[in-house]
């Protein structure tokens, strides 16, 4: 499965742009890149998915370039409510299961 | 419309009593998946239900933990002889299909286990 490297922690202010940058140098051709959020005492939570170019949906965009060795979610005009910890994920798909393999994930801290 | 749901959502167990965790995934989910999440880490997957059947069960981490899904629907991580380094957060997870990598997968609250 594709290793995936992502910041461990970003800040930001109120309205915002953010954008989260995930590095997957190994990623195989049928790999999907994920990303979920995950507020504290909460499960984590699906954002957005892509295979390649951009994908947007009324929460974020994710952008990945041609080689897909990485991707970047953005989020638009972030709140304080965006604060979390967002997980990129390549390669879910293992053998004969779906499980999902996290890495640390990037703690996002929005500030008033 | 209910997500999934766990129970307890707290529970506290002194070293080497038995805990039983529990599930509900979203009713007709196929799929359904345990992860542990201990403290700052992403969750860690330990096994994963197609229906009634157990496909893999890799990240188990050792014989004191086990699982089942009897009816495919609702299912109950058990933990045996609990030991401190077993504290953490319980995540069970679901997703309508079987054998699709790009599903969605929706999670539970969690259960948080403290061992004493």
């Known amino acids: 499965l594709a290793k995936t490297t992502q910041p461990i922690s970003m800040d930001s202010y109120e309205g915002q742009e953010v954008n989260i940058t995930c590095s997957h140098n190994?990623?195989?051709?049928?790999?999907?890149i994920t990303w979920y959020q995950q507020f504290p005492s909460q499960g984590p939570r699906f954002i957005i998915q892509?295979?390649?170019t951009k994908v947007t949906n009324e929460v974020a965009s994710l952008f990945i370039p041609a080689d897909r060795k990485s991707s970047t979610l953005s989020l638009p005009r972030v709140s304080l409510s965006d604060t979390a910890v967002y997980y990129c994920?390549?390669?879910?798909?293992?053998?004969?299961?779906?499980?999902?393999?996290f890495g640390t994930g990037t703690r996002l801290q929005v500030f008033p | 419309g209910a997500g999934v749901s766990q129970s307890p959502r707290y529970k506290v167990a002194k070293r080497g009593q038995d805990v039983a965790l529990r599930c509900d995934p979203i009713?007709?989910?196929?799929?359904l998946f345990w992860y542990q999440q201990a403290l700052g880490q992403g969750p860690e997957f330990l096994t994963y239900?197609?229906?009634?059947?157990?496909?893999?069960k890799s990240g188990l981490p050792s014989d004191r933990f086990f699982a089942e899904r009897p009816e495919g629907s609702v299912s109950t991580l058990k933990i045996q002889r609990t030991q401190q380094e077993d504290s953490a957060v319980y995540l069970c997870?679901?997703?309508?299909?079987?054998?699709?990598?790009?599903?969605?997968?929706?999670f539970g609250p969690g259960t948080r286990l403290t061992v004493l």
């Open positions: 997870a679901s997703s309508p299909r079987q054998g699709v990598g790009t599903d969605t997968q929706y």
């Open positions: 190994n990623i195989a051709t049928n790999d999907y």
């Open positions: 892509g295979y390649k």
């Open positions: 994920l390549v390669g879910a798909r293992a053998r004969n299961t779906d499980k999902l393999i």
């Open positions: 009713s007709g989910h196929v799929s």
């Open positions: 239900f197609q229906n009634e059947a157990q496909l893999d």
